[in-house]
């Protein structure tokens, strides 16, 4: 057992060491495409190469803007990024251009804005880098003027320096990343008994399972792993035990190690993983008790019969499952950034569009971008949104299919923005194309799989119906041969032994009718329903003649009004819900006062509701919607747990809910609410 919560703690360690690497290289990716963004380089040369005349000027604002809408486009499709910044080293580290997010949307910064960062200390540490490294800061509470910001949110940066043509430093670009998605995507998928704790290289708590310790060093808070725990090995390989120095309490945990070097420092993240030490241990005690109980073949069977029921609701959990995948694969597809003039003519793009479409940037320049796109077509889609953005509008997006210089096609999405001058007059466009090939035949075989789901769990209803109709048959027979076995030895029998047939008998009952329960709710499951407007009334009257032995003998008082509205349903399925609400108001009523139950009904939006009140028990919050699980039992000596199951699936069918309000000791009241006819045929089938 130990060894399986070892395993278990280096899987969580090692997919949660992924999750770093993978999001620290997309970071990497990220501040490498936006350097490599021609305009980075062209405002360089116009700052440094050129004389400073009104004609250079205005090359270098056009420039800015250039670089603007790349950033901003870029920060639009990224929201995991809270900045990004062009800083220059002159004017005490001026920033040239800034994209800020503020309230989820990525803006310009003006220039009157801007401000100097020659104070920052990550300002010196990137000028320090060598070509082509990368800069990595702490993971830390954001601070504006030297102050943390309220309320404090956490952040990252990630940086690389510009150099002039004489290899001088001349800026950088720099990237601030929210880091709370970070985090919480670490603290995600947590097993029962795992904890996550990330440390920064001093064994400061960058996330801790008290939410009070995560960044408390910010604010003077001297803990680390080292002064609050105590370390010792186990006899399982990179699995440690560690003891709060403070409570007392032990932990299994593991531990990984996650490195950023640049020239600079040396950073390092630490991820541990534990389990409470406890936990396991009840773990342990909760397997052994549970292989002493299970000794019998009815409790065999009743097991199989809930893992088969647990496999019916599977479904969701793998739609939900490939629609992650689905996700994930489409934010992680490349995308590709050209540069165009007012007619279309391509002026620059990056390595990504190179790499999508085909072609070297210097074959296409000056071309025009619909006939790269569109070869031998007219390409009316890209010039009506060109013509569209001409005309005055900012942005557009719309997918389609273009080709590669091979001739393939590619499902591509495409983003299309003005270029605007400083005095807002439009100068260029910026398209952004994503390629979204796999996100098509990924959404084919979602669709193929859904049909699949649906097709096994038909197979799967109708074999727990099988199963549940072929027990009966020896249900019987186990029955007969007791009772005249019962019969034969009843002169010899002692009182205990006469109390075991007893037990006997009584057993293949509860069984028989369990089976009863359960071919009911499979036939609700499989079979459709047929609705029409029914007289309520006349339903409730006819289910309280069938019940009048049950009334009678709890002397129960049922009240209704003489009219209650029609409800449209299926007639025999609304008998079997009142049937079942009411045979349970009358089951579990208090010893000390005759039960009475209340019926009536109401109209809520859409839907007529049918109320059943009773005084009875009640039932804890913690347990009302357990109770509509299969056998779920409140008390073990009453029912068979299938009842208020089979009310839950009869309104499925009716594309209708059953709410329930109770505390314990105050009786419980159940809603059933109905979908109007005019409702259902507006929905469609």
């Given amino acids: 057992m130990y060894a399986e919560a070892g395993l278990s703690l280096l899987t969580q360690s090692n997919i949660r060491h992924a999750m770093l690497e993978k999001n620290f290289k997309q970071a990497q990716r990220d501040i490498r495409f936006l350097h490599a963004t021609p305009p980075v380089k062209a405002i360089m040369l116009e700052k440094t190469s050129r004389p400073h005349s009104s004609d250079a000027e205005s090359d270098y604002d056009i420039w800015v803007h250039r670089l603007q809408t790349i950033f901003l486009a870029y920060a639009k499709n990224h929201p995991s990024i809270a900045q990004i910044r062009f800083i220059g080293i002159a004017d005490n580290g001026k920033e040239l251009v800034r994209i800020t997010r503020h309230e989820g949307q990525a803006a310009i910064t003006q220039e009157e804005q801007l401000q100097e960062k020659e104070h920052r200390g990550y300002f010196q540490n990137v000028l320090q880098l060598q070509p082509n490294q990368v800069y990595w800061s702490d993971i830390e509470l954001n601070r504006e003027h030297g102050t943390i910001e309220t309320p404090p949110w956490p952040t990252y940066r990630a940086a690389q320096v510009v150099y002039d043509t004489k290899n001088e430093p001349f800026g950088f670009v720099i990237i601030n990343y929210y880091a709370r998605p970070l985090i919480e995507?670490?603290?995600?998928?947590?097993?029962?008994?795992?904890?996550?704790?990330?440390?920064?290289?001093?064994?400061?708590?960058?996330?801790?399972?008290?939410?009070?310790?995560?960044?408390?060093?910010?604010?003077?808070?001297?803990?680390?792993?080292?002064?609050?725990?105590?370390?010792?090995?186990?006899?399982?390989?990179?699995?440690?035990?560690?003891?709060?120095?403070?409570?007392?309490?032990?932990?299994?945990?593991?531990?990984?190690?996650?490195?950023?070097?640049?020239?600079?420092?040396?950073?390092?993240?630490?991820?541990?993983?534990?389990?409470?030490?406890?936990?396991?241990?009840?773990?342990?005690?909760?397997?052994?008790?549970?292989?002493?109980?299970?000794?019998?073949?009815?409790?065999?069977?009743?097991?199989?019969?809930?893992?088969?029921?647990?496999?019916?609701?599977?479904?969701?959990?793998?739609?939900?499952?490939?629609?992650?995948?689905?996700?994930?694969?489409?934010?992680?597809?490349?995308?590709?950034?050209?540069?165009?003039?007012?007619?279309?003519?391509?002026?620059?793009?990056?390595?990504?569009?190179?790499?999508?479409?085909?072609?070297?940037?210097?074959?296409?320049?000056?071309?025009?971008?619909?006939?790269?796109?569109?070869?031998?077509?007219?390409?009316?889609?890209?010039?009506?949104?060109?013509?569209?953005?001409?005309?005055?509008?900012?942005?557009?997006?719309?997918?389609?299919?273009?080709?590669?210089?091979?001739?393939?096609?590619?499902?591509?999405?495409?983003?299309?923005?003005?270029?605007?001058?400083?005095?807002?007059?439009?100068?260029?466009?910026?398209?952004?194309?994503?390629?979204?090939?796999?996100?098509?035949?990924?959404?084919?075989?979602?669709?193929?799989?859904?049909?699949?789901?649906?097709?096994?769990?038909?197979?799967?209803?109708?074999?727990?119906?099988?199963v549940s109709h072929d027990l009966k048959s020896p249900l019987v027979t186990i029955s007969g041969f007791a009772s005249r076995l019962a019969e034969a030895l009843k002169d010899i029998l002692d009182e205990k032994q006469k109390h075991q047939f007893e037990r006997i008998q009584m057993n293949v009952d509860h069984m028989g009718h369990l089976l009863n329960d359960l071919l009911q709710l499979s036939r609700m499951v499989q079979t459709g329903l047929e609705k029409q407007d029914i007289n309520t009334i006349h339903v409730l009257r006819n289910v309280l003649q069938n019940m009048e032995s049950e009334i009678t003998r709890s002397q129960a008082n049922i009240i209704f009004p003489d009219t209650l509205h029609p409800i449209y349903a299926n007639e025999s399925a609304f008998s079997q819900c009142l049937q079942n609400i009411i045979g349970n108001a009358i089951k579990f009523r208090n010893t000390d006062t005759l039960p009475c139950i209340e019926l009536s009904t109401r109209k809520v939006g859409q839907n007529t509701v049918i109320d059943i009140k009773d005084n009875g028990l009640g039932i804890e919050e913690k347990y009302q919607q357990r109770i509509f699980n299969v056998f779920e039992r409140l008390n073990a000596t009453e029912g068979t747990g299938v009842g208020l199951a089979i009310v839950k699936s009869v309104m499925e069918k009716h594309n209708g809910r059953v709410a329930l309000q109770s505390s314990l000791g105050n009786g419980s009241t159940f809603s059933l609410f109905f979908p109007n006819q005019e409702t259902i045929q507006a929905k469609g089938p």
Wanted: with cysteine; glycine share 6%.
């Fill in 185 to 466: 995507l670490l603290q995600s998928n947590m097993e029962t008994g795992f904890s996550l704790f990330l440390l920064d290289q001093s064994g400061r708590y960058i996330i801790h399972p008290d939410d009070n310790k995560s960044f408390a060093y910010e604010f003077g808070d001297s803990s680390t792993w080292h002064k609050d725990f105590r370390t010792s090995t186990t006899d399982v390989s990179r699995v440690m035990l560690a003891e709060s120095k403070q409570q007392g309490v032990k932990y299994l945990y593991s531990e990984t190690r996650f490195q950023l070097s640049d020239r600079t420092k040396k950073h390092e993240l630490r991820l541990i993983t534990t389990m409470d030490h406890s936990f396991l241990k009840k773990r342990i005690q909760q397997l052994k008790m549970t292989a002493i109980l299970i000794i019998l073949s009815l409790y065999a069977i009743l097991t199989l019969m809930i893992y088969l029921y647990w496999l019916l609701g599977q479904k969701s959990l793998a739609e939900l499952h490939s629609r992650a995948n689905y996700e994930a694969l489409i934010r992680g597809s490349g995308d590709a950034i050209i540069s165009t003039d007012l007619q279309g003519n391509i002026d620059s793009w990056n390595h990504s569009a190179a790499a999508m479409l085909g072609f070297d940037e210097q074959c296409v320049r000056q071309q025009n971008l619909v006939q790269i796109l569109f070869p031998g077509e007219d390409g009316q889609i890209m010039n009506a949104i060109f013509e569209k953005l001409r005309g005055g509008a900012d942005s557009t997006n719309f997918e389609t299919v273009i080709k590669h210089s091979s001739g393939t096609a590619i499902n591509a999405s495409i983003t299309v923005s003005l270029i605007k001058a400083k005095d807002s007059q439009p100068i260029g466009l910026a398209a952004i194309i994503r390629n979204v090939n796999e996100s098509v035949a990924l959404q084919k075989s979602l669709e193929e799989s859904n049909e699949q789901f649906s097709a096994k769990n038909k197979e799967m209803e109708q074999f727990i119906y099988t």
